[in-house]
Each structure stands twice: as structure tokens, then as C-alpha cells.
């Protein structure tokens, strides 16, 4: 079985997991209602996706 000759160094295993991290999810504004949402998906406060409404919301 195969045994490594020398400890990995700190360096070297940072530098194998630099990829290995979270991501910041991006907001885009809604152009209805001005709100923040997740690009690509529908406004959760107004319903609206792409200019048309596709969910029915109540208004608070």
C-alpha cells in the first residue's frame, strides 16, 4: 500500500482546495416592483417574470 514520504504542507493543501468555496448568490432588481430577486426567476413579492405575469400574488 502506498504511504506518503513527506506531510502535505499547509500551503499545498490550500492551495488544492482554493476552489472549494461559496459563492455570493447575485440579486437583480425586478423592473415592476423595484424589489431585489434572483435573475431568471420569477419576483417572488409581485409575481411578474420577464413582463408578464405568471404568479398571483395578494398585495400587502
Known sequence: ???PKRRT???????RRSHLHLTAPSFSTCPQCRELCLPH???PSC???K???VLVTEEV
Open 47 to 49: 409575481g411578474y417574470y
Open 41 to 43: 426567476r420569477v419576483c
Open 1 to 3: 500500500m502506498a504511504v
Open 51 to 53: 413582463g408578464q405575469q
Open 9 to 15: 504542507s499547509k500551503s499545498r493543501r490550500d492551495k
